[in-house]
């Protein structure tokens, strides 16, 4: 009987990953991933949140907020949206209403717009400003105009969905 046959070790792919972790491939990989991070549009949106706890605080805000957003919460959270990000947007108006199924499709809906409406069209507008430069001032038209079409046609759809 050969004792090598039920010694045989099974090669699996996780096993070669596994390796090239212990070689320092991993390593670079990590350090490439850390250089290539675009530390400016992380230290906005880090910006966005402590911007919005502080003015979380200051209780004229607030009461200027529980004003504004009772009972227009889709809206509210459009309008928030264009200039703090949906993110920071959804955060800062979630302690102003319990209507967060309105809420929600406002935060949504408000990621279209303005560049600054959403992480995903500023982390975009980087590529494009760093890759094309030449077309900055292009994409900023051509992406505002198509993003309020199709905020203005996503309103609209939400309108007639709330009166069915």
């Known amino acids: ?11 699996r792919p996780y096993d070669k990953k596994y390796d090239s972790c212990q070689s320092g491939q991993h390593a670079d990989a990590d350090r490439q991933s850390a250089e290539s991070l675009s530390y400016s549009l992380l230290l906005t949106f880090v910006g966005f949140f402590v911007f919005i706890g502080n003015m979380g605080r200051i209780p ?35 302690g102003f209403t319990n209507a967060y199924e309105e809420l929600l499709i406002g935060v949504n809906l408000g990621g279209l717009g303005t560049l600054i409406a959403s ?38 759809f939400h309108l007639l969905w709330r009166k069915v």
């Open 119 to 156: 992480m995903a069209s500023l982390i975009s507008y980087k590529y494009v400003a760093k890759e094309e430069s030449s077309r900055k001032g292009k994409y900023i038209l051509i992406f505002t105009v198509s993003n309020l079409l199709f905020l203005a046609v996503l309103m609209g």
């Open 60 to 94: 004229a805000f607030c009461d200027f907020l529980e004003r504004a957003v009772a009972g227009r919460e889709t809206y509210a959270a459009i309008a928030v949206s264009q200039v703090i990000s949906n993110v920071p947007a959804a955060l800062l108006l979630s």
């Open 1 to 11: 009987m050969d004792a090598g046959r039920y010694n045989r070790v099974y090669e």
